[in-house]
């Protein structure tokens, strides 16, 4: 299964890939452009000898226009560019929230001074058993994340479930929490989480 970790190495890897990538199109683009212009100069030039060497070289011109216009076209079409790097990131984005399916994140948990994982793990039990009603849930890890510990304010907790319905249950029965300040979310990459923010007024 993949971690975090491993999706951002790939990300990184991909997008460093794709600008290699682009910087041998822009170089060879541009090299290419470099040559056609040099030789539009030189026909040109050549336009002083014979009438009949005008007319070709005017053949020629133009035909060497049009080449450089669909070349400068190439190096311009960032919207092309734009999106497969949009397809790329969806795709990404997609595989971060899928490693995450059985993650639910608990918000308002009390939280004690070098509370362990395993500390963590035992209160998430409890408050499924307690306040959801659920019985005995396995969960593979449940940990703080977020700045270190403050009395002020609790960190959140994320949650690995060993079965998604057993998160799917936890998530649906989180209506029992209401009054305790303690929510229920899913754990979504930040991409998703924005996502889900701009649509909520829909």
């Known amino acids: 299964m993949l971690t975090i ?3 951002k190495t790939m990300l990184d890897m991909q997008q460093q890939a794709y600008r290699d990538a682009m910087e041998m199109v822009m170089k ?6 470099r040559q056609v212009e040099s030789s539009n100069t030189e026909l040109i030039r ?16 133009k035909t060497l226009i049009e080449e450089v216009t669909t070349l400068k076209k190439e190096l311009y079409k960032k919207s092309e ?7 790329l990131q969806s795709r990404i984005d997609y595989q971060k929230d899928y490693s995450r399916r059985n993650n639910l994140r608990f918000d308002g948990l009390d939280e004690t001074p070098n ?13 499924m058993r307690d306040k959801l009603e659920m019985g ?16 002020t304010r609790p960190r959140t907790v994320v949650a690995r479930f060993r079965k998604f319905e057993d998160r ?3 998530l649906r029965n989180s209506a029992k929490l209401k009054n305790t300040n303690i929510y229920i979310n899913e754990d979504l990459c930040e991409s998703s989480v924005t996502a889900r923010k701009v649509q909520l007024p829909v």
């Open 5 to 7: 970790e491993d999706i």
């Open 28 to 33: 060879d683009l541009s090299s290419r452009i």
């Open 46 to 61: 050549s336009l002083q000898y014979t009438q009949k060497e005008v007319e070709d070289l005017r053949a020629d011109k």
């Open 81 to 87: 560019v734009e999106d497969k790097f949009i397809q």
């Open 115 to 127: 509370e362990t994982w395993e500390e963590t793990q035992v209160k998430i039990q409890h408050l």
């Open 136 to 151: 005995v849930i396995q969960l593979e890890r449940a940990h703080r994340v977020g700045p270190k510990y403050t009395s």
């Open 168 to 170: 799917q249950a936890a």
